[in-house]
């Protein structure tokens, strides 16, 4: 029982560069989070999704991109990596009548 | 702006000690919260939880308090213990939205030392 899977778990990218961070999600929740997480700035909504299929803008989206072909994953892009966006990056997800997340353990982004 | 506000970045309570841990909230559509507690490299685990229509709930050393009219809830750890060190967050929730979102505060650093 895996719960909530991101990987990596550490990343250095260089500035320009592009990634994906991956999300997985084994307990078959609708909804699904990616959080950034910055010192003095608590945890930050970036992208959700509310279904396969849909995804929406948080707080913070700008620079970033979703996808959620299937379910069970959710795939946050950064196409053009910045020294801004060095953070940690949390995914969470939660079921329909749920109210509580779900986390991930994180993966930590250093744009250099 | 921010919804949920936590005012106290960090806090430091002798090992045994109660504490308290601060949380206020502007939405009055809010109907349900909840904290979270992360240790470093972890992600925030839930923690204990209280819906509007009560006004304390308590689960083993750890008691939120609800107060409605005063957009404002608290964490009570008695007795406090070293392994209760992490950062704590506190979230609220309107049920009735279809978005599901959970708005955090920015996290209170709980230190408790021997």
């Known amino acids: 029982n895996a719960g909530v899977t991101q990987t990596p778990k550490f990343r250095v990218l260089k500035t320009g560069q592009s990634m994906t961070l991956l999300c997985a999600q084994d307990?078959?929740?609708?909804?699904m989070y990616w959080y950034r997480q910055d010192p003095g700035m608590g945890l930050r909504l970036i992208h959700y999704?509310?279904?396969?299929?849909?995804?929406a803008k948080g707080e913070v989206p700008d620079g970033y991109n979703v996808s959620r072909l299937k379910k069970q994953n959710f795939l946050l892009g950064l196409e053009s990596a910045a020294p801004s966006q060095t953070s940690v990056y949390f995914c969470a997800s939660k079921g329909q009548g749920n109210y509580g997340y779900t986390f991930g353990s994180g993966t930590r982004l250093t744009v250099v | 702006d921010q919804q949920v506000k936590q005012n106290s970045p960090s806090l430091s309570v002798q090992e045994g000690r109660i504490s308290i841990l601060n949380c206020d909230y502007t939405n009055s559509m809010f109907d349900y919260f909840l904290w979270y507690k992360k240790y470093p490299a972890e992600g925030p685990t839930f923690l204990i939880s209280i819906s509007s229509i009560k006004d304390k709930n308590e689960d083993g050393r750890f008691t939120v308090f609800l107060n409605k009219s005063a957009k404002h809830l608290s964490l009570h750890i008695v007795p406090s213990q070293p392994g209760d060190s992490a950062v704590y967050f506190c979230a609220a929730l309107n049920r009735g939205s279809t978005l599901g979102r959970l708005y955090f505060g920015r996290g209170t650093q709980l230190t408790v030392w021997p």
């Open positions: 307990m078959n929740h609708e909804y």
């Open positions: 999704s509310v279904g396969e299929g849909t995804t």
